[in-house]
């Protein structure tokens, strides 16, 4: 079995994001996950990916995280946050803004009743969340 580990670090002289940062759930579908980002800091914070059709944003694989478990039978799965390379670019989303975020996973479909957690990790490797959800 091969593993594959990612260690964001903060750049020197970039401070971490202040409070304020949320993550609110708005659907869940088979392909999946919307949530929308708040940026309630006082800076501007990024996003590593690009734009959808719909100007969502689809982060970049390698800086989400998604678990679920069910209650019944107790069952836990887990999409740790992946191993990606190249130049995603970045979306900037400034102190106040709101940017729709689309996340590719087929996991909180299979816990539909259950709970699932989602964690965003900024440009900056700032960890938003994790934020909790019923699919």
């Avoid at 091969?2 to 759930?25: D, W």
């Avoid at 059709?53 to 989400?64: I, N």
């Avoid at 440009?123 to 994790?130: A, N």
Wanted: charge should be negative; proline fraction near 8%.
């Amino acid at each position: 079995m091969l593993g594959v580990a990612q260690v964001a670090c903060k750049p020197t002289g970039t401070p971490a994001a202040s409070g304020g940062i949320v993550l609110e759930h708005v659907s869940t579908s088979e392909s999946d996950i919307v949530f929308v980002l708040i940026n309630g800091s006082d800076r501007t914070i990024r996003v590593r990916g690009g734009r959808t059709l719909t100007l969502a944003v689809r982060p970049w694989p390698g800086d989400t995280g998604v678990d679920c478990t069910s209650d019944s039978p107790f069952h836990m799965e887990e999409e740790p946050i992946g191993f990606a390379y190249g130049n995603p670019g970045s979306v900037e989303v400034a102190p106040g803004e709101r940017v729709r975020l689309k996340i590719a996973t087929e996991l909180p479909h299979r816990h539909v009743g259950g709970h699932c957690r989602l964690k965003l990790i900024l440009q900056d490797g700032t960890v938003v969340g994790p934020t909790e959800f019923q699919p």
